[in-house]
């Protein structure tokens, strides 16, 4: 069973940075769709981020572009959302999900069918 930990949640200054963990188990696959989450009390969830092992393809909302990367390390099976120029509405819990690579990266962000995978999440607070 596919198994996601996050972990890099903090409490940090507006134009901050921070990055997130999320290290992955149980693939069953060498390839796979992942991708980093948002959710802000009283929001909708975010597809924020979302990377394909296959081919590398990426989507970044809107919202985070130019100042969010995503990125993975094979070897450790771990994919890290780096965070840069943090603003008080980057403030979320934020949540890695993974699914099949059959899923595009758009369709996880966006779309995010029910048959991915979740972490639990890691806070981050984003304040003066």
């Known amino acids: 069973q596919l198994q996601l930990v996050e972990s890099g949640g903090d409490l940090v200054q507006p134009g901050g940075s921070l990055r997130l963990s999320c290290a992955a188990s149980g693939f069953t696959s060498d390839y796979y769709t992942i991708g980093w989450f948002r959710q802000a009390p009283g929001k909708e969830r975010e597809g924020v981020s979302c990377?394909?092992?296959?081919?590398?393809?990426?989507y970044y909302a809107n919202s985070v572009k130019g100042r969010f990367t995503i990125s993975r390390n094979n070897a450790k099976n771990t994919v890290y959302l780096q965070m840069n120029n943090l603003k008080p509405e980057d403030t979320a819990v934020y949540y890695c999900?993974?699914?099949?690579?059959?899923?595009?990266?758009?369709?996880?962000?966006?779309?995010?069918?029910?048959?991915?995978?979740w972490g639990q999440g890691t806070q981050v607070t984003v304040s003066s």
């Open positions: 999900a993974a699914d099949q690579d059959t899923v595009s990266v758009f369709t996880l962000c966006v779309r995010t069918p029910s048959s991915g995978s």
């Open positions: 990377l394909s092992s296959s081919d590398g393809t990426v």
